[in-house]
């Protein structure tokens, strides 16, 4: 980890600074009403999980360009997730991949993570690769497929994956399958779909009391023609058929072209299934690029029915949130650092909608002034406040600017062995 | 109407040659164990229920090119919907829509209808305009709309229609509705959804027993940030709320880019709610192209989970049909006829395929041939099959041709008042 | 107009909000190494163009929903460009529709809009729609169409704008065609190109030497299956083909889903021939919505587009600025004034970006540095800027709540007669 | 290579079939005025080059499912295309990927090639993923990079590509490029196009006289926010830039949602650079999939484009053919088979279109017989005519079944060494 010493020198360089344009926004907020130190409270109470994937340098079918200093194994992207932690002081708990990170420990790495603070969110199941030693291929299909014996495999896998999970301490599975097919005529539309439910049911089956089931959908790739759990209808079904445990999970980038997400998050709080997110953004497809990074309005409308929805059930809505993100380009750290920052700039901003004149506005059908309520919260430079909210949490005033202070890649770089055989591991 | 003569001696002319053709098609078929007899009678058995707002020229919102001899009426309409029946055998039933062609004596149009051989099938109500001497304005949306009193007014509209339909010999109505918003903020999306159902429901207590209300989805368009049905798995969501006497109706354009419109389809016929169709097809958005023009193999892909379904439930399984396309540049009687050839060759496509072979590869994954298998019965020239179901029904061997041989728009020109004082009808 | 008076006061009573809140922001900017007053004249410098079109209530095809008050001639349009310049100083120009908007007496238009301080930016024609009394129809096209004599006309028409437009000032002509075809046949996809280009040529022949020709491209509608000019590189080739005058126009809303707007600006630029922009904003098409209300980080990444070939060409880069959108729900004035706000801030935003820096990261390829060189000039609440720009030329610090307090609505929905008759006007 | 007495005898159980259904459509097609013999001259003399790259497996990001018996080396790949072309006559030339299927010795592998009667098309550079070896990394752009070095080893990477060409008998280099941007900011959209631009300068200079130089876009992936060259339109540009030996290649897949490519290619031959051709298919992006299995229509529409550019230009028209898929779950000797029977029912279809009578309905506007000219010649079962021409330069009536009655694959499975550290390789 970083020596906290850089830190708080780093932010002690920086404070006054801060201090500066804080109080100006305190100011302004004030002046519009707010509740500043509630909307600082609830800002500093957020907090997103780590994906383990996403520590390690990613890539497309084209390539994939490793960076210097990338952890080689589990124990290694604790370590580099601990310090995005450390900077951010908001992303206490990381989701597992299996088999991608599985513990050979599992007790063992659970301890390690709770010395960095860290505990574990979703565990992750994966039946769209072949593993080495894997009895059936995975090539036409898991869950879904027409041949009993892979369906059994495959459910196994997933039982595997919530045993681990309980040893880990997380609470909740995410399936996401790649089922589907590439040419019409390829498999049944129907029978295939049939199917997953049946092995769905299996795997709920197994579920402990107190776990969740979290459906993600994804409209294609690597299936090119149909994916079986193609969008948040076929996800929502399959949850309502489960029972009260199984949900729906949005992966923000897992959209058709022109796809309203905020009203797809809005439909599933409304069914009570919005189970939670992997957060990302995306131009073309699911291209997991940095959170906010392509349509931040869209990530703080987003937000914006989160909050709403907060304020109408209270604690009671609570969905899972995490990161999927594929770092091609950028280092992880630094990418997830910048994710963390986006999220919390994006919920900062939903906080300060003026919700009594934003309702009243949208009864009277003002739809300038309507409109009005969201822009001038988004429009509002939150920076600071999220800064404050990070420094009360002892993470860094300017935690990219103190990551390259502190070195710690280029240390990592001379002690890690390399990393270049790692395949590309992306969802 | 055409005069019969007129079709006799078109189809006298061709006789020969259908009859070859026939013959050559069924050879072949019979040597790939098609009992073809069996085929030409569901072929036969299809019909598709027309719009009465496709039979006048239709516009865009820049603008609009009426023809000559457009029927400026209800009652001209009837008169061309006759003949479109008459030409293809497999039109006997009119959708209306309420208030553009409201009859002033629904029981005088029903009698009227039915000595041209017509029926009625879904009415349509229309929210999305407002109407001379209305009291309150759609313009904020009707069934969703923030005011007891503007949904008041829709819903009573909709009953309004449901009686309509009643004394006409309907036994369902279609909800296609506008309500949405057109920038961030404008409406709650989940509010707005919460009270489209509240007004569902109350249509739905209207509705008479033997009656099927249908919810028509759309993404965009009038609504251009978000509408309120936008998609099937909101029109699921209502319809199971409803009861079991709603369920969804897909038209083929109201879909975002590259959706599977087929899955679409299957996904509805699992949940049991797929009530019906408004075929058309599209290249962009709601474009409201003649069916089967852009896309051919999509609508055979339809139909092919169609037929598949069809076989698995019998008779219980009888999704409503009815064309809904906009005629900006094609004479509407010609684009009808050309749409029912279409529609009949895409079912008689489907007709073809190999249902065991079919499955059998499917369950082998052996996907060139499950493949081979669709394509196969697409590539088959069927349009024989076509000819013979339509003349077995007294039709025209070639609709198009008669048609323009019988010289019934230039009649009609001669006959009919101006109608270019017509608005912009479409859907 | 409305009294100077209420926006005096209307502007006193937030003066001492406002200046606290630039001064702030002053320091903050100069902390950062900003010039603000450089920054202050290059916004308060920026001007955009009004068109006629839109100062009434647009529509769609399924409907149009007028509001009270509307300008039913241009000679109201006026009055109501004159509110939207004086509240904002920043749209001293209008772009005239030929018919829509066509003058009586162009140069006593143009009298009457010097004594608003108005005057004229690029006309546009239309062959999207017939004309009474037109000899010819556009059903089938027009600078495109097949027959000679249609083309002829078309062109007649393009030279009859032009000759108005220089009675009114104006130094350019925006040429956006609804030529194309619904059907694969309808028309061959090169000679129906090539008719134009010729059509073109003769239009360019008549362009009087200090006049630019503007080519606007669009995908889709109303042509459904093919546009004419359907993409920049079409509009490309045509303004290379007719000369150094013709240039491309960019309307925001004329791209396929997730094209990259500001690459297509990019390339324009390295072609020489970007003339300028249609502003609005979109979620699906040719929305014509508020521009920055969907996709604001697109709208600042386009104008950063802008001030990046401003700083390398100086003053010879010189696009024509206009907006082009529909007002279907939103007062018109209003929604103007609100576009405005947007478009400024989006500049002021661009003109925040720390160029040399975004250089120096850009060439290390520091892909985190240099990405976060935009995110923190469009992180910057800018809105005191803009004020400070409108207050400099005398418009109002908050133009909405002015013009409401000034009830200029109400006022003119007493005196105006009803505007319902109106058809529905949008591009 | 397959026993010629398989095929033979293959063909012989399918003779009697197979002359009956030609000559029924002969009467058919010779009652409609085509001279079939001319169509099927036409028809033979089409050919397509094979992928190197696609005869083994493909795969995606999230995995790869080799299949047994692939080919491990390019000797091997040799031995299946061989099989292709044996089966469809009509696959006499390989396009090469360099360095994926580099050669030791070139004009062996050229010796190798002719005695299985193969030579080789158009050779492709790769500067998209980084080679053990490589003195700079092409994670940041090639031909584009900011840095000269990297930029210059791209540049030397083409030239060697060339030679390699050279020896191999080719005459056209094809440059698909990854270059591009992730994020907003992270390149000047610029400035990356004129260094891309100076590169290709330098190819070109080194291009030999009798070369070509295709110029492949692709609108996003893997740069997912700004691909360089990502349409037609900066194709073109780069095209006309660099000389008459420079031309634009489309890859049917490489376009955004709702791209008109039949258009893209009009305009493109219009321009006088529409240098060839990847085909295959897509839903949702470069899905690569079988030509002619998503969207057949649209295939038949390009042909057709051809087809109408052939009878302008005649020879001097001669597009570069080639096919780029990605077999992920088929196997790749089927799949090819079966694309180039698509491919060549898709011409033979366009081959069917009356085009006088296409010209005189379009010059009258007669939009539903024009579109029926295309329906017609679409709808017509070509399957014979396909199969006349395989036969008569020896290839298979039916490829597929006799490809499975050689027992190719197994007998290449139980040869060749396992394929499975194949890394992914697809296009």
């Known amino acids: 980890m970083i020596d906290p010493e850089v830190i708080r020198k780093s932010n002690q360089a920086r404070l006054e ?3 500066s344009d804080l109080s100006g926004l305190k100011r302004q907020l004030r002046r519009a009403g707010h509740n500043v130190d509630a909307v600082l409270d609830e800002l500093a109470a957020f907090d997103v999980a780590l994906p383990s994937w996403a520590l390690g340098t990613g890539g497309t079918r084209f390539g994939r360009f490793p960076g210097p200093g990338e952890p080689a194994n589990i124990g290694e992207k604790l370590e580099d997730a601990a310090v995005v932690h450390q900077l951010t002081g908001s992303t206490p708990r990381i989701s597992l991949h299996i088999p991608w990170d599985e513990p050979d420990d ?46 059994r495999q495959a459910i196994r896998h997933h039982e595997h994956v919530i045993r681990v999970g309980q040893e880990l301490g997380s609470t909740a ?31 709920y089956a197994q579920l402990p009391a107190d776990w969740q089931l979290l459906i993600e959908h994804k409209p294609f790739e690597p299936a090119f023609y149909a994916t079986v759990v193609q969008d948040w209808g076929s996800s929502l079904m399959l949850a309502q058929a489960l029972g009260p445990r199984a949900s729906c999970l949005v ?13 797809v998050v809005a439909r599933l709080i409304t069914a009570g299934r919005l189970g ?32 709403d929805a907060r304020r109408e059930f209270g604690t009671r809505f609570r969905p899972v949130c ?10 992880p750290i630094e990418a997830l650092v910048m994710t963390v920052d986006n999220l919390q700039q994006a919920y900062a901003n939903a906080l300060l909608v003026d ?56 240390s990592a770089a001379s002690t890690r062995r390399s990393a270049s055989y790692l395949p590309p591991q992306s969802l």
């Open 173 to 203: 599975i995410t399936v996401w399958l790649a089922d589907g097919s590439n040419f019409p005529g390829q498999s049944s539309l129907r029978k295939s779909f049939d199917r997953t439910l049946a092995s769905l049911h299996d795997v």
């Open 251 to 263: 992966d923000l980038g897992h959209h058709l072209p022109n796809t309203n997400v905020e009203q």
């Open 106 to 151: 599992p007790a063992q790495l659970r301890h390690q993570a709770a010395e960095f603070g860290l505990s574990f969110d979703a565990v992750n199941s994966n039946t769209f690769q072949d593993q080495p030693g894997q009895q059936h291929s995975y090539k036409f299909g898991s869950l879904c497929h027409s041949d009993a014996q892979v369906r």
């Open 17 to 19: 600074e801060h201090q």
């Open 276 to 307: 939670g997110f992997h957060f990302n953004d995306s131009s073309y497809g699911d291209d997991d690029l940095t959170a906010g990074s392509i349509r931040p309005y869209q990530l703080f409308l987003i937000f914006n029915e989160l909050v």
């Open 322 to 331: 995490m990161i999927d993100q594929s770092h091609n380009l950028k280092d």
């Open 355 to 410: 919700r009594p004149a934003l309702e009243h506005y949208q009864t009277d059908n003002d739809v300038i002034m309507a409109e009005h309520q969201l822009q001038r919260a988004f429009q509002t430079d939150v920076r600071p406040l999220v800064r404050e909210a990070r420094r009360r949490k002892s993470g860094a005033l300017h935690p990219l600017a103190t990551f390259r202070e502190a070195g710690y890649r280029q």
